[in-house]
């Protein structure tokens, strides 16, 4: 009997939960996640971290990465890591082939880590540790982690730490118990959903790498999809193998948007979207009558703590230090770098620098450069930056008291 891959002359089911590699997509986000990460291999920084909510691909990004790694890299992965530290050292262990008894005492078990390491580095190898949902880990853990990062030699580290979690983690690394390990985390990258363009891409990309890229997908269609899964990747892939379910069913060869909302209709997608309508219109409604109430409280009723304020502010502002550069070059380290509007991670993304690309350094803000590149001028990280020539120079805004 006949299958809806072989109705849709698919290879193989093109919106699989699994995450394999040959179906990863390179949207800009996931770009930038690779990029930090191969950042990471060519440094001796000691962390490295992605955050992301389901969904959004933390596990496929990290085995892409490491699908196309050097052969002079070694690695263990761990799964599931509510580990206390001595378990995650054994697993740690384990997973290099170490074996150990289970009797056996921390100081032991770190003992033998640091001599692996340190073998392994006289091989001329990189060793990195990979924890996936790492928002699990007790805070004691991830304090041990900072610890075993210190492992170095006098010019090299021994480890690299690389921590996928959900947002959670965010959280728990910026807790004060954690606030030594947060201080050595300058690699911190967010993956986020598909934008509704990116969607499309990446539907049409999977049709295509299953074998098939002349399924036809109405507009419709795509809106509904996007409106029941806001672009997130796994929503994407168990909506789309519904809806080519439901095509099949019916003999027909295109996705319109009743086979998409029978789709969601089957996996309760459309219950829960339905149930957020009015919680939103309720909150709309109530931030206009809030930001109205705030509106005329700040023009008509705090008048004077408004002078003060802002009088306040300015002498923050005047004695505040900020960096300008001068004369200032660079090359681009990443093989992509995404060149922002603004100096934020969620800025949108306004064009795109390729590895060995010449740029100009305009401005500098914290983690932040300001760069021109021809008629290109925008924000891109530091991080990805080897700056050439010059040196920062520090000014005092109380120089320049107009520009307020």
Request: aromatic share 10%.
């Amino acid at each position: 009997m006949m299958d809806f891959l072989e109705f849709f002359n698919l290879k193989e089911n093109p919106f699989k939960l699994t995450p394999d590699v040959d179906f990863f997509y390179m949207s800009s986000v996931h770009q930038e996640a690779l990029a930090s990460l191969e950042y990471l291999l060519n440094s001796e920084e000691g962390f490295a971290v992605i955050i992301g909510e389901p969904g959004t691909g933390k596990t496929i990004t990290i085995r892409k990465f490491l699908s196309q790694i050097p052969e002079n890299v070694e690695y263990a992965y761990i799964l599931f890591p509510n580990l206390s530290p001595e378990e995650l050292f054994m697993a740690i262990l384990e997973d290099f082939g170490i074996h150990l008894s289970d009797k056996v005492s921390k100081n032991k078990l770190f003992s033998t880590l640091r001599d692996f390491l340190i073998q392994k580095r006289k091989e001329g190898k990189k060793v990195l540790v990979i924890i996936d949902e790492a928002q699990n880990l007790p805070v004691e853990t991830l304090e041990e982690l900072r610890i075993l990062s210190n492992l170095e030699t006098d010019k090299e580290k021994l480890l690299q730490i690389i921590l996928l979690g959900q947002p959670e983690l965010e959280e728990k690394l910026n807790s004060s118990e954690l606030r030594q390990l947060r201080q050595r985390i300058s690699i911190l990258t967010r993956l986020s959903n598909l934008d509704y363009r990116e969607m499309v891409d990446y539907i049409n990309y999977r049709l295509s790498k299953a074998g098939n890229s002349t399924i036809r997908i109405t507009e419709k269609a795509y809106k509904a999809i996007y409106k029941y899964t806001q672009g997130n990747l796994r929503l994407i892939n168990l909506l789309m193998e519904r809806a080519l379910m439901s095509a099949f069913v019916e003999n027909k060869h295109q996705i319109d948007k009743e086979n998409i909302e029978s789709a969601a209709e089957s996996l309760a997608l459309r219950k829960e979207t339905g149930n957020k309508k009015y919680p939103v219109l309720i909150g709309i409604f109530a931030l206009v009558v809030f930001i109205f109430a705030g509106g005329f409280a700040y023009f008509y009723l705090n008048e004077e703590k408004e002078v003060s304020y802002k009088k306040e502010n300015t002498e923050k502002i005047n004695n505040s230090k900020t960096y300008t550069i001068s004369k200032k070059n660079g090359i681009v380290i990443a093989n992509i770098l995404n060149v922002r509007e603004n100096p934020s991670i969620n800025s949108k993304i306004i064009n795109k620098l390729r590895k060995g690309d010449k740029i100009e350094i305009v401005e500098e803000a914290g983690d932040w450069l300001k760069i021109q590149k021809g008629t290109l001028q925008g924000w891109v990280k530091k991080e990805f930056v080897k700056i050439n020539n010059g040196a920062a120079k520090e000014t005092n805004k109380s120089d320049n008291r107009k520009e307020l």
